[in-house]
């Protein structure tokens, strides 16, 4: 009875002892403050791996021509006057205003048009759909260098060579790719929406532009950022179909300024670094205002499938 009576007070004792060493629910543990720790880290170094260049591009468009490959970050003195010079010595605005135009002209029409042949591949059912989808799909395959000399025939044709429209026109016929990003969203959407309509008395062209453009508005904004991007940065199509400096998109302007000694080249790379500023500002520009709906959009698109 005495050994009963004093095994039970120790087992107690060891029981509370362990409830005491258990860590509070929500105080956080060592093993847990390590992995933020190695997780912030991470964040701060490919953070500063992929903002180093744009750092590095922005401060030797502020140096001097003899300054420009010295390695420092902080030039000095600093020539802000790199900018005025770059604008006085070549028509740096007017190509930027073609390249807005080409941009914007070309995003939107391939938006509206490869949204307009997704929906018509998501909602009809008709016979031999699945192998016509099937053909659009395999002109992903297809490198661009095959349609090159064809599409520069056809535009040569249609008397629109050395001009802006060969740089856009094209996306009025819609990308494989967004056709089939759009119709893979467009295909979780309701059909009782679209019969809905239908009954209402909308026509075909109504519903997808009332009905089904609303709701894939995620789905459109990534496509239309996308294509953005793709158009600003484009240097083939400029240096195919533009010849006269005055329809120059700034990424053609940039290798004419390669290949000009008088302006570029190699003795003044800092007016070169300009330019790579005023064609990365604005895409910097567009995913901060777009970021939001940009993501949105990515995240909903491939969970939708």
Known sequence: MALRSTAAPTTVGTARLRETAKPRPGAPDGRSLLRKALFLGLLIFFTVLFVYPFIWLLSASLKSATTVFDGSLIPTPIHADNYSKLIDQAPVLTWAWNSVAVTLLAATTVTLSSSLVAFAFAYFRFPGRNILFGVVLATLLLPGAVTMIPTFLIWDALGFNNSLVPLWAGNLF??????????????????????????????????????????????????????????????????????????????????????????????????????????????????????????????TTGSKG
Request: aromatic share 14%; glycine share 8%; hydrophobic share 60%.
């Open 174 to 299: 819609g990308s494989a790719f967004y056709i089939f990003l759009l119709r893979q969203f467009f295909l979780t959407l309701p059909r009782d929406l679209f019969d809905a309509a239908r009954v209402d008395g909308a026509g075909h062209l109504r519903i997808w532009w009332s009905v089904a453009m609303p709701l894939t508005r995620a789905a459109l904004i990534v496509v239309f950022v996308f294509e953005l991007k793709a158009a600003w940065t484009d240097l083939l199509k400029p240096l195919i179909f533009v010849r006269d400096v005055a329809f120059f998109t700034l990424p053609r302007g940039l290798k004419a300024i390669i290949d000009n000694p008088s302006i570029g080249g190699e003795k003044h790379y800092e007016l070169l670094a300009v330019g790579g500023v005023i064609v990365t500002i604005p895409m910097l520009v567009v995913f901060f205002i777009a970021q939001r709906h940009f993501l949105d959009g990515i995240a």
